[in-house]
């Protein structure tokens, strides 16, 4: 079936260090799979980090960025240094956008903490 | 940016009563999704709506749910009778076309006891 696996959180880093959160996917009943990370800030509603819709692209908001490899069906998030603001829970998806249902099949969430 | 509000962010409600989650969409969507969390594990969708109409439902949404949005009010997700198992945060979204960006509520939690 369709399914999402990131890191296993909690996940600290400190701040200015580096980051990569993994995300891996299975896409079998969708034809030209989009991918997406997500992210929640504390008392807030989720809000699309970046996406992808086409393999091989990388999308980047916000000093962070992904790349959709098909080959290794991975989608791994990244940041070169982290702030204490990009402390969240951040969440992989899939999804076929241009497809009429359209619905999004999540990851399990990585809650990301950043020591000062 | 415009907000989805979904109201209300928590309801305790005894097993068997009935709730109705509601969820006041931005103005010019028209596509209203329900997903459900439980604690510990993945957002799970479970049904979305368009044009008045169920378009497509996950297992997870049981013959005691429904959902209506009667005259562009609130998108409501009703559960009648509800369980102990559908304790869970649900998250309502929506989006003004089927290829559009997604924007999401902040969930309600729901604990049925």
């Known amino acids: 079936g369709d399914s999402v696996t990131q890191t296993e959180g909690p996940v600290t880093v400190s701040e200015s260090e580096s980051l990569i959160i993994n995300c891996t996917y299975s896409?079998?009943?969708?034809?030209?799979?989009?991918l997406f990370w997500y992210v929640r800030y504390p008392g807030e509603g989720l809000q699309l980090l970046l996406k992808?819709?086409?393999?091989?692209q990388k999308g980047s908001s916000r000093g962070f960025e992904a790349t959709y490899n098909k080959e290794t069906t991975s989608f791994h998030l990244q940041k070169a240094s982290v702030q204490e603001s990009d402390s969240a829970v951040y969440y992989c998806?899939?999804?076929?956008?241009?497809?009429?249902?359209?619905?999004?099949?999540f990851g399990q969430g990585t809650k990301l903490s950043i020591k000062p | 940016g415009p907000k989805v509000l979904q109201i209300p962010s928590h309801q305790i409600i005894d097993m068997g009563q009935m709730v109705t989650l509601n969820c006041d969409p931005v103005?010019?969507?028209?596509?209203f999704y329900w997903y459900k969390q439980i604690l510990g594990q993945q957002m799970e969708f479970l049904v979305n709506?368009?044009?008045?109409?169920?378009?497509?439902k996950s297992k997870l949404f049981k013959d005691q749910f429904s959902v209506e949005r009667p005259d562009g009010s609130y998108f409501t997700l009703k559960i009648q009778p509800t369980a102990l198992e559908d304790s869970a945060v649900y998250f309502c979204?929506?989006?003004?076309?089927?290829?559009?960006?997604?924007?999401f509520g902040s969930g309600t939690r729901l604990l049925v006891i």
């Open positions: 103005s010019n969507h028209l596509y």
């Open positions: 992808v819709i086409t393999a091989g």
């Open positions: 709506f368009y044009n008045g109409k169920v378009m497509e």
């Open positions: 979204a929506s989006r003004p076309t089927a290829n559009s960006d997604y924007t």
């Open positions: 896409a079998t009943s969708i034809a030209y799979p989009n």
């Open positions: 998806a899939l999804g076929e956008m241009n497809y009429n249902q359209g619905k999004l099949i």
